[in-house]
């Protein structure tokens, strides 16, 4: 059987594909992904056989070109890095065609964190964005917070079923009502970072109740203080 790769392309702007993902997907025969992160490389896909999929008929598709495929380069492509949010899905590629070699991106857990100036060292990074139960991920988020980490977060988009739903109103909702001020918690909220329609929220995580936002959203809890090297002259210093 050919090769398969399953390759991160980035938060959503083509620029921020590494090279040596866009020379993997020029090199490739066949593409399936979702539509929003086919569109962040259309202009590397042109000409190939490219299958557009949703969670629902995902399955479907891999199934359809595992007997296909032949010696051929099969592609992948996961918005973000591979390794973030995807365990899921590159677990059942796996299954299915045996060998798949895995290229990482860049994820917008860094971008996002970047751009609230919070050094990712010293953060804990926590998704929520899995079909598996997130009660531990919650009691994760509570104990990083009062533990006094900054955080950098993914939540959980899914208006069909409010239960499940953990967007950062619901995020909100949950620490003021395990007793955290939020009044006085900083947070900003980042949505399609790195593409033309990116927005950005910053302000108190009270305020985010009743706000609604994109399942392209990224949340920054920050708890950081500048720490620079100059605060630790011993190692230098007689």
Same mark, same amino acid.
């Given at each position: ?5 399953a ?5 959503? &702007? ?6 040596i993902?866009?020379e ?12 929003? +992160? ?5 202009e ?27 010696d051929? +380069? ?10 973030? &949010? ?27 964190? &970047? !751009? ?14 899995? +079909?598996?139960?997130?009660e531990?991920? !919650?009691?994760?988020?509570? !104990? ?22 953990f967007?950062?109103?619901?995020i909100?909702?949950?620490?003021r ?6 009044? !006085? ?13 990116e927005?950005?929220?910053?302000? +108190? ?19 950081s ?14």
């Amino acid at each position: 059987m050919g090769k398969v790769f399953a390759v991160g392309v980035g938060p959503g &702007s083509p620029k921020y594909v590494t090279e040596i993902v866009k020379e993997i997907i020029l090199n490739c025969d066949v593409v399936i992904g979702y539509k929003y +992160t086919l569109k962040t490389i259309e202009e590397l896909i042109e000409g190939k056989e490219v299958y557009e999929i949703t969670m629902n008929d995902q399955e479907e598709s891999y199934q359809k070109i595992l007997p296909e495929l032949g010696d051929r +380069t099969l592609v992948i492509p996961f918005t973000g890095d591979v390794n973030f &949010s995807e365990s899921e899905v590159v677990d059942r590629l796996i299954e299915i065609f045996g060998e798949v070699e895995i290229v990482s991106g860049i994820s917008s857990i860094q971008v996002a964190a &970047s !751009k609230a100036k919070v050094p990712l060292d010293k953060s804990k990074v926590i998704t929520m964005h899995v +079909t598996t139960p997130i009660e531990d991920k !919650k009691l994760e988020l509570l !104990k990083a917070l009062i533990d006094g980490f900054s955080v950098v977060l993914v939540p959980r988009p899914w208006p069909k079923q409010p239960d499940k739903h953990f967007m950062p109103s619901e995020i909100a909702v949950y620490l003021r009502k395990h007793g955290f001020d939020t009044s !006085k918690m900083k947070v900003h909220v980042f949505e399609a970072i790195t593409t033309e329609n990116e927005t950005s929220f910053e302000g +108190t995580v009270k305020d985010l109740e009743g706000k609604e936002f994109s399942d392209l959203s990224v949340m920054v809890f920050n708890q950081s203080s500048l720490d620079s090297y100059m605060n630790y002259r011993w190692q230098w210093e007689n």
